[in-house]
Structures are given as structure tokens and as C-alpha cells.
């Protein structure tokens, strides 16, 4: 009785060490894939965030009075009570003026590029270069991006300077925001500004990401499993680095096309910017971060169904099909990539005095 009471134990102890050790190699193995989002908003590339700045970027993140029609702000499109998105389908979100699904917010920083065709370099970029005040500069269809005229978008954006300047309040805090400059309400530091705040838009402290620095009962074992699948499926290929994807391009539909619902054709994706053949329906992998919160899926906005979102992606990308099982835990560890949401306190802005 005691000797099988002592090889009960040893084997009890033997599986445990097993699984142990299945746990470090599964974790080796994220580390040269992944890395956590830091815990500090990284500093900007020539733009080097001050008190004064951010607090102005804030303020302009959340200014209607920016667009044409004074109603619509960053804020408008990437809500940041809602995973830093809008939320709606394609067809009804009043945002998605290129056609394309609006791309979060958080993390941003961390992308290769901003866009879904990386016409944008950086955050400063995607500011300066959005056309959102002008909704008659850009299509309205599931077309390319954009239909730009460019004397039209110069227009736009100095009646976006000349409605800042009937707002006094905002002549002082552009020059606190950038001393030195003789005129310091330009539109480039409109973007620069908005940057520095959007740049402090992270999400740490995703459980993923207590897992990956060493807390083992951060993930469940169906998300362990999950992440087992993702590496070994092909899926981490191109959805890896600190925001898991947002690093590179890639072609929707390498193995098989997923039908016009998620690919339509009249949308050539990253080709409508470079006129290189090889760039048709190339587009940037989307970072997975905070992915559960940031439905609908794909550029088109075609389903809410993360599940399916995974399903399309296995048989277009990898050309694989996934058991009900395999994509239940593969979700399983997409939920673990959701992070500390970022708490903001809404800003004061100043009064308009014509």
C-alpha cells in the first residue's frame, strides 16, 4: 500500500514537472515571437512629447471644431471607451469615409505604419494627412482609399487653422505647446501635437503579457493551448512583435480568396498607393491587441464574429481548417491580448468668441 501510495506521488510529480517544462518551452518560444507592451508611452521621433504639448494634443483629440462641420473629432472615429474604434458596421458608420473599417487607436504607436494600406508613416502623418474634415474630398464607396483633390484638401485644412484662430484660447497654448516658433498654430503641429497624446494611448498589463514575463497562472490552459495553436498553425507568421501584427504587409487571400464579402474587388488595397502590381489586396496585418473589443473584422467591417474572423484568416492565409475545438481556444488566447484600458479624463476646451 505505501509503495503504491510513493509511485502515485512520484507520478503525480513527474506530470507536474512535465507540464512545467511544456510551459517554459511553449514560453521560450513566445519570447522570440512577442513582446509585452511596455508600461510607459515609448517617445516620438523628433517630436519629443513636453506637459504643455500633450495637454494640447488632448485637447485637439477631442475638438469638433476642427472638422468642417464642427461635429466630428478623432474622438469621433476611435471612441476610447470603445476599444479606440466606433464600433459600427461598415454600411451605417458615418466615419468610415474611405470605405475602410476604422483601425484602433491603441497601440497605434507601435505599428509599422498607420492605415490599412500604410499610407501614413507615423501618427504625426495620419493627423496631418487625414481628410476628415472634408468628407466630399474622399469616396464614399468599398472602393480604393481615397479620391483626393489636392487643392481641395490644402482648402480644408486652412479652414481648419482659421477656425482654431477664432478660438483665442488656443493661440497661447500652441505657443506654450511649441516656444520658439513664430507662428506656432500651423497645421503640422496640429499633427504633432495629437501624436504625442495619441503615443500615450497603450495598453499593458494584458494577462498575455503577465504570462510572457513569467506570472504562469496569468492564462488558462485552454489560452495556452490557444497560443500553441497560433504559433504552430502559421498564424504568429505575420501576427507577432510587441503588437502582435501592425509590423508588415501582407496579400489577403495567399492561399484562397475569401469571397467579395471580406475581399471585394474594387478595393486593391495597398496598390491604390504604390501603383506596384505585386500591392494588389496587400494590406497592413492589424495589430491583434485588445482584438475582442475592436469588432467588426477585416477592412470591409464584414462580421462581429471574432470566431469567424479567425476560420476566414486560417483557410485564406494558411489554408487550413481549423476544428470547432482548435478555433474555440485560439479565441481563448485572442481574449488574453485585451490590456489595461487607458483612463482618460475628458478635456476643458476653450470657448469660441465668433
Request: proline share 6%.
Amino acid at each position: 500500500m505505501r509503495h503504491s501510495l510513493i509511485a502515485s506521488l512520484f507520478a503525480l510529480l513527474s506530470l507536474g514537472a512535465g507540464a512545467a517544462r511544456a510551459q517554459d518551452a511553449l514560453r521560450d518560444q513566445a519570447k522570440g515571437l512577442f513582446e509585452p507592451i511596455p508600461k510607459t508611452a515609448p517617445a516620438l521621433a523628433d517630436n519629443p512629447a513636453t506637459p504643455e504639448k500633450l495637454a494640447l494634443g488632448k485637447m485637439l483629440y477631442f475638438e469638433p471644431r476642427l472638422s468642417d462641420s464642427r461635429t466630428f473629432a478623432c474622438a469621433t472615429c476611435h471612441n476610447l471607451s470603445m476599444g479606440g474604434v466606433d464600433g459600427g458596421a461598415l454600411s451605417s458608420g458615418a466615419a468610415q469615409l474611405a470605405g475602410r473599417e476604422v483601425q484602433t487607436v491603441f497601440n497605434a504607436v507601435f505599428n509599422k505604419s498607420q492605415y490599412w494600406d500604410g499610407r501614413a508613416g507615423d501618427l504625426k502623418d495620419q493627423v496631418v494627412n487625414s481628410v476628415m474634415a472634408n468628407p466630399k474630398a474622399m469616396l464614399k464607396t468599398r472602393g480604393g482609399p481615397m479620391a483626393i483633390n489636392p487643392s481641395e484638401l490644402a482648402a480644408t485644412k486652412q479652414r481648419e487653422i482659421e477656425q482654431l484662430r477664432t478660438i483665442s484660447g488656443y493661440g497661447d497654448l500652441f505657443k506654450k505647446a511649441f516656444p520658439g516658433e513664430a507662428e506656432p498654430l500651423v497645421y503640422d503641429n496640429i499633427g504633432r501635437a495629437i501624436a504625442v497624446f495619441e503615443a500615450t494611448l497603450i495598453t499593458p498589463d494584458a494577462p498575455f503579457d503577465r504570462w510572457l514575463t513569467g506570472d504562469d497562472a496569468a492564462l488558462s490552459d485552454d489560452q495556452k493551448a490557444g497560443l500553441k495553436l497560433f504559433i504552430d498553425k502559421g498564424c504568429s507568421g505575420c501576427h507577432n512583435g510587441v503588437n502582435v501584427g501592425g509590423k508588415s504587409y501582407a496579400k489577403f487571400g495567399v492561399i484562397a480568396n475569401p469571397g467579395p464579402e471580406h475581399l471585394p474587388a474594387e478595393d486593391a488595397g495597398r496598390y491604390a498607393v504604390t501603383k506596384n502590381i505585386a500591392d494588389r489586396y496587400v494590406f497592413k496585418v492589424p495589430s491583434l491587441r485588445n482584438v475582442e473589443l475592436t469588432a467588426p473584422y477585416f477592412h470591409t467591417g464584414s462580421t462581429f464574429d471574432l470566431g469567424k474572423a479567425v476560420n476566414v484568416m486560417a483557410e485564406s492565409q494558411l489554408g487550413v481548417k481549423l476544428s470547432d475545438d482548435e478555433t474555440t481556444k485560439i479565441v481563448a488566447f485572442l481574449k488574453s491580448l485585451t490590456g489595461k484600458q487607458p483612463e482618460i479624463m475628458l478635456p476643458i476646451l476653450p470657448p469660441r468668441e465668433r
